[in-house]
Each structure stands twice: as structure tokens, then as C-alpha cells.
């Protein structure tokens, strides 16, 4: 208890760091990435995509067909509508990051400028209506930085921004009817401060705020020789996207016919801010979050507590139980000796036989030391979990497949060690777009490694033969299975020409990675694992003849065991949950950030998985159930289902997601997610397991 309070407290004074310095982002601060501009010299504009907190589908803000298309001139030394490389995080996460037409140059403002003027159809109009409908957000990029929408807080002390800014918006009239508006017109304020070091001797500045404020500009309104209103702080007529009943008789040609003309237009305008360092800009994407901070220590308190009763739980098992047993036998055995001593008769000559003076003996045999009988006599007054010293360890059922999934656990845990680990201090964060994905990647990959070591041992500890075999099944078993989900899904995604699809390249560059160096890594783990180490020493051995297992309690039975042993590690982390759903699945446009506290949860998750499964099992033992492999295994993954079933109340209860295929992504992507996370802590929980048994029932060893 001592050990674990210091750990705990020192992961909470590391936390209070972490958070102190939560906008502290590595890359930026070393200075690696700053890019300054002298006056007049061009910056770009980058447009990526348009998203939604009501679905799932992303589209590329290009692939729109209702926006301007790019003209294919040049801009800072790039061709508009040019694509610009991205990392595999980036394609996973949907973006589809392209170059735009829009003239920006430092300090310089445009009161107005004429984007494109476009005309529209029915399929655009209807496309563009549903889309506004929906809820989609725009994002585009300058210097590494979304575009944001400003706002302030309800006291107006803090400013803070929401990365993107609406597509279009719907009004209701006076007399109900609702209007379906388009914003055609974008204002960008352009927030710099003169660059730090000898760059901003010589004049240059960098930017570190990126603002756009749409709006949406009728063609009644009056307008300039350029096409541009004379006033656009009094805009009288909105572009509304109208839409004429379809006739019975309509041709395609006259579905082609423009049904509307937009104009797309755009203001920019630089304003100097000397009250933000640039490697603090992110800051105002976070601001708003600020206030979660108290329900984030909150969730550690609840953590604390729970994680502290159960050690405790497993301190008195530990301390008064067992030790108590252990010591009970010990006399046992050691009076049965002594007692045998006394009655041990001198060896003559025919002993065995009878005569008249009675029996002769000819004193115990190895062999009689060795019988299950004698020992059964000295664990007749103790607790049946030392009756299974003989199968204990017998080896179960599909080891092969258990070891498989042990070794995937391995790599999955080193995965999100690294990840939090790297996130908690500044390595990965928002200025790295996809970088999160792409090293997770990278780390799964790598860890394919310490997968194929860790299964062999635990496949040779269970009497395994080919390693080979179990090789072949750690490298592709849960890979492929997340791999089918993936493309699964994908399919559908596809056919609605969403940039949330993985493109067909890029799902053949994951195979390639997955073959050409997962499988080879897995490889030559197991070959290390199963030729150069040992098989893990169990202290007994099993007999030939198995110990029925006796009926047990209700609770003991494997549904209910593994449903309420997953309620406790699912309420050390369902205050974390409630912030990590929103970040994924309702603030798309908002970025996770708090690493800090999810490294402490995680942890106090990883000691909490332990624990309960340690309980567990031996609870089982006590009732004489020998078949614990299977089971640690399970209910150290068990609190994967109770965070499934979040997943489905979440959905029915915060979520506005309609469509089928947005419910199938949110769904068919939970579940994948709750499977790796329940395979995660299975492992945990099986090798918390599997030592606390060999310790156990190593200090009971029979001679």
C-alpha cells in the first residue's frame, strides 16, 4: 500500500506539471516548424475538407460541386488545387489537403475580392442544401493553423476559437418557414507578431491566430464594378438555396438548367497581436476545455478511491488469507512428518509380510510421498484453492489461440504506452497533423516484435510443439480481423465518395507494411522467444487425471463473473470516457488534449484490471474451479463490454449521427475499438493472473 501511494502520488505531481504546461508542444517550441513572412510576401492558403458532428462522411472541400474549382494558377510557388503530401495519419483521418486560389499576402488587406462566380443546378442546389442541413463545418489551413471561429466566454474574460466555421446555416422566418442559407462570403483576419529571433530583426513576423467569419451575400444586394457589395456590414438579401418544385414532365436537360448564380467572395485584413507567443497559439483552440480541468481531477479522485479499496481488497487476501493457509499447511505437513517419523518401523528381512507379531513396513516410498492422498489428508482443513495443486496448471483448452491474443495484448499495451507516454509530453500534439494515427501505426507495427516473443513463451510454456505455427497465427489473426472490419466498412464508405474512405493505394501501402515488416518482426520474435527463452517454471505438475470441478455459485458462473468484475474497471475511467467520446465522435472540429490525465487514469486502470482479476480468479480456485486460463484472460477484458454499452447510450443519448452508414461507421468502429481495448486489458489481466498463481502456489510447493 505504501509503494502504491508514493507511485500514485508522484504520478500526480507529474501530472500537475504536465498540466501546467498542457499547451507545451515540442516541435513548436524548439522552434523547428516557425515559419515567418516579410511584408507583402505570400502565404498560402490551404482548404482541406467539410465534416459534421450530425454524421460521419467528410468530404474534400474541392470535391463540393457547388464551391469555386481551383484555376490551376500558381500560389506561393504552388499550383492551386495542387495536392499536398500527407502523412498516412492525415489520409486515415480523412484530410484531403489542396491548395486554394486565395490571394494572401502579409500586412496587405483586401476590403473585397472576387473568388469565382458559379452557376447552379438542381443536383448542386440539392446537394448543397443537404449538406447545410446537416451541419458541416469548413476547414481550411494558414501556416499549420484551422481556420476558427472566434468566441468568447460567458463572463467575456477569455477569447477562444472552435477550429472551422460553418458551411452555410438555416434561418426561420417570421411566418416559420425555415430558409436554407449558403455563405459565399469569408472574412479572414490574419493575427501576427513579429518573429522571434534574428528572423524578426530582419522583419519578419509569424502568424499565430487564423480567423474566418462566413456570411452569406445575395446577388439582389447592390454590388461594385467587381461584384462585391458596397456595404458589407448592411447585407439585406442572404443567398438562400431555392428550390422549385420538380415536375412531372422534367427533362434532363432541363435538370441541368441554372437555378441560381453564386458569387463567391472574400475580405482579408492582418491585425498584430503581441499578447500571444507563437509556440502558445494553440491555446485558443483549448481555452473553452479549460473548465473540464475540475471533472478531470474529479475522475482521478473516483480512480484513487476505487483503485485504493481494491488493493486493499487484495492486500488482506494477500497478508491474512493466504499467508494464514500457507502457514496452516506448512504445520500440517510438518506434524504429518513428525508423525510418520514416530511410527516408522525397523526394516527386516520379508518386510511386507505378515506374521504373528503383525505388520512389518517398510517405511514410506518416493513414490508414497508423491500421492495425491497424502497431500489431500493435509489440505483437508484449509481452503480449497491448495486441493488444486495438481491441476492447477494444467494446459488449456486452444492454448495456441490464447497465446496468440496474449502476444497481440503485448503489442496493443506497448502501442498505447508510447502513444500516451509521447502525447502527455508534447511529442504528439495538434501541430503534428496525423501524427497521432501515423506513429500509432508505426509502434504497432515495430511491437509486432515483442507480439511474437511474448506468444511463443507463453505458447512454449503451454506445451507447444510448432512455433511456426503459432508465429503464423499471432502475425495474422487480430491484424486480419481489424483489417476486415476496415475494408468492410470502407466499402460502404465508398460508394458515398466520402473522403472518410481509405483510398485504395493507401489500403494497399497498410498490406504491404503489415507483410513485409509486421509479419517478418512477429517472426523472429517467436523464434527468439521460443528457442533462446525459457518456458515460464510452474511449481507443480499436473496429473494425468483431471479434478472434477465441483458445482458453482451463481456468481462464480462465467457470465456473471465477467459481467460484474468489468463494472469496477469501467468506473475508474467512464469521467475520462465522457471527454475522449467527445473528442472523437462530437467535437470533431476540437482537438484531446488532456495526455496528462489520461496517463495517470490509464495507469490506475492498468493496477485496477490487475486487481479485480486477481480477486477473481481466486475466488474461483476456492470453489476447486481449475480452469482459470480462459477466464483471466476474459474478465481482465471484461469492462470492454460495459464500454460498448456507453458506445449505445452515448449514441441514442449525445449524439444527433442520422444515416445508415454514419450508424454503421460509429458502430462497426466502436466495436473494433472496444475489441482491441478488451484484448489490451485481457492481457493485463491474464499475467496478473498467471504470476499471482505461480507465487501462490509456488510457496505451497510439494517436495
Known sequence: MRNLASTALGALVSLSYIQASN???IPDSLGFSIKSYNDGEQIPVLVNKVYSDNTQLQYGYYDLPFVCPPTGEQHSGLLSGKNVPLNLGEVLRGDRIKTSDIDLRMGEDKECAMLCNLELNRAKVERARDLVEDGYVVEWIVDNLPGATSFVTTDKSKKY???????????????????VLLNNHHTIVIRYRRAPGRAGDQGG???VGFEVYPKSIGVENPMNDIGCPFDMQHITHNLELRLPPRSEDETDEDAERSLMSVRYTYSVYFREDESIEWNRRWDLYFVNQEDGNRIHWLAIVNSLIICGLLTTVVAIILAKTIRADIKSYKDIKAEEGRSKLKLKPLPSPGAGEKTGG?????????EDDDHLDSDDEAFEDASGWKLLHSDVFRTPAYGYLLAALVGSGMQLLLMALGLVLLSA???????FRGGFISVGMGLFIFNGLFSGYFSARVFKTLDGQSWRRNALVTALFVPGLLFVVVFMLNLFVWAQASSTAIPFSTLIALIVLWFCIQVPLVYVGSWYGFNNAAAWEHPTKATSIARQVPPQSWYLQPFQTILFAGLIPFAVIFIELLFVFRSVWQDKSGYYYVFGFLAVVSFILMVTVAEVTIVSVFLQLCAENHNWWWRSFLVGGSSSVWVFAYCVWYYFFKLN???????????????MACCVYGLLTGTV???????????????????
Open 23 to 25: 499547451a507545451f508542444y
Open 161 to 179: 476559437y472552435a477550429a472551422g466555421f460553418k458551411l452555410g446555416s438555416i434561418e426561420v422566418g417570421p411566418t416559420g418557414e425555415e430558409k
Open 205 to 207: 513576423k509569424v502568424v
Open 358 to 366: 503383525g505388520l512389518l513396513s517398510q517405511g514410506p516410498t518416493e
Open 425 to 431: 509530453f508534447g511529442v504528439l500534439n495538434p501541430s
Open 657 to 671: 449521427i442520422t444515416g445508415f452508414v454514419s450508424t454503421m461507421l460509429f458502430f462497426g468502429y466502436s466495436f
Open 685 to 703: 489481466g491474464f499475467l496478473s493472473a498467471y504470476a499471482f498463481i505461480r507465487r501462490i502456489y509456488g510457496a505451497i510447493k510439494v517436495d
